[in-house]
Nanobody
Framework: QVQLVESGGGLVQAGGSLRLSCAASGRTFTTFAMGWFRQAPGKEREFVAAITWSSSITNYGDFVKGRFTISRDNAKNALYLQMNSLKPEDTAVYYC?????????????????WGQGTQVTVSS
């Protein structure tokens, strides 16, 4: 089992920044690829970003357009999402997730473990 706990969400004005963190515990963190997903009210959960265990590969959703950066610190069992130039449409609950299987990092179904989420609200 892997337990994931997100933090760092909050209320920010458009154009501002937030850094989300995800603390992992349980099974060996370093063997998992990790991802961030988000779900806005009334919308389906969507892919935000993902990173392989070695940080050698990162993927981002099309809407990110260079504004977000995913990173991880395996020594600290931590995953991060630096979000800059935030827009009101970025308002959502952000979830971190872990996967031990191969496959497309953008595929939600491939993730085995999920956190409870952290709310990000961007005001205009």
């Amino acid at each position: 089992q892997v337990q994931l706990v997100e933090s760092g969400g909050g209320l920010v004005q458009a154009g501002g920044s937030l850094r989300l963190s995800c603390a992992a515990s349980g099974r060996t963190f370093t063997t998992f690829a990790m991802g961030w997903f988000r779900q806005a009210p009334g919308k389906e959960r969507e892919f935000v970003a993902a990173i392989t265990w070695s940080s050698s590969i990162t993927n981002y959703g099309d809407f990110v357009k260079g504004r977000f950066t995913i990173s991880r610190d395996n020594a600290k069992n931590a995953l991060y999402l630096q979000m800059n130039s935030l827009k009101p449409e970025d308002t959502a609950v952000y979830y971190c997730a872990a996967r031990s299987r191969g496959g497309r990092l953008t595929n939600q179904g491939g993730y085995d473990y999920w956190g409870q989420g952290t709310q990000v609200t961007v005001s205009s």
